[in-house]
């Protein structure tokens, strides 16, 4: 059962949140996040197979995720931010809840750009966990 009203050590309730393992996550509050995960995919792969709903696994242990009652919030917060992520039907657009949204390495420093810019809710979390995205090829924001 999740947890009401998880607060950070300044008091602050939180709408990003971090696991240990997958036993720790569905104690919390079971299936219902959105994940944004790092692509490890190699730089070179072709897009296709980067959005694939066959080539993403969910559930990564670096992964920070937004709880499904949490999620109006992030994307009033950071809507404006991913915005024109990119679909598993080669479409870009707001970001899809329910879906993979892809965003290539060469849209990391513009999102943290704007985050740091505009500090909504979190920054600080999202902005420190997509700074390490710099290593990877992009990241994902994957639906519930």
């Known amino acids: 059962m999740r947890q009401a009203g998880v607060r950070n050590k300044l008091g602050y309730i ?4 971090r696991f240990a393992d997958e036993n720790e996550r569905r104690l919390y509050g079971g299936s219902d996040f ?3 995960q ?3 995919l190699k730089e070179g792969t072709p ?9 993403v696994v969910h559930w ?6 937004v709880h499904g009652e949490d999620l109006p919030v992030f994307l009033s917060n950071y809507g404006e931010i991913f915005a024109n992520g990119l679909y598993n039907n080669m ?15 060469s849209e990391i420093s513009r999102i943290i750009g704007a985050v740091e810019k505009i500090r909504p809710a979190g920054y600080a979390t999202i902005s420190d966990w997509l700074k390490k995205a710099l290593l990877y090829n992009g990241v994902y924001i994957l639906g519930m």
């Open 38 to 40: 790092y692509c490890r």
């Open 47 to 55: 897009v296709q197979t980067i959005v694939s709903v066959s080539t």
């Open 91 to 105: 479409t870009r657009g707001k970001i899809d809840p329910c879906g993979i949204n892809y965003y290539p390495p």
């Open 34 to 36: 959105i994940e944004l």
């Open 14 to 17: 939180t709408m990003f949140h």
């Open 60 to 65: 990564q242990d670096d992964s920070i995720y």
